[in-house]
């Protein structure tokens, strides 16, 4: 019983005690329209996308929950009737569904859309957040 208590006791200590902050790359959707979010960035020598995440408006998603270990991340956004929201020059690889693909070459050759990335320096940061505007009128 004794031992029982001092666990228990333990593990609200720890439990207590502040943990550091998880790093992460959220990305915030600051339009009217739900958007859906696609991200790529450099793992283990290769290009690698994924998506998609479904951002309603005023919501934000943690779409890299692990620690940032890339300088860039790339972002492809559009909302749910396939109006580009955010775009760039990167060209990479994307599915009509969820997915996660390795490489960025011969897109269409292997079954995927061609889609083009912004990128963002995150300036190594553990955290970083981006926001997702409507354009000026």
Known sequence: MRNALLIIVFTL??????????????????TFDVVNVAIGKYDRNVF????????GPNQCAN????????R?????????????????TTQMCVA??????????????????????HEVD????ERWTLFLASPSR
């Open 13 to 30: 200590f720890f439990q207590s005690l502040p943990h550091p902050a998880r790093a992460e790359f959220a990305v915030c959707n600051q």
């Open 48 to 55: 690698a996308t994924s998506g998609w995440w479904t951002i």
């Open 63 to 70: 779409v890299i929950t692990q620690e940032l270990s890339v």
């Open 72 to 88: 860039y991340v790339y972002v492809f956004a559009q909302d749910v009737f396939g109006k580009v929201v955010l775009s760039g």
């Open 96 to 117: 009509p569904d969820r997915f996660d693909i390795r490489g960025e070459q011969d897109c269409a050759a292997r079954g995927y859309i061609n889609a083009p990335f």
């Open 122 to 125: 995150t300036l190594a940061t």
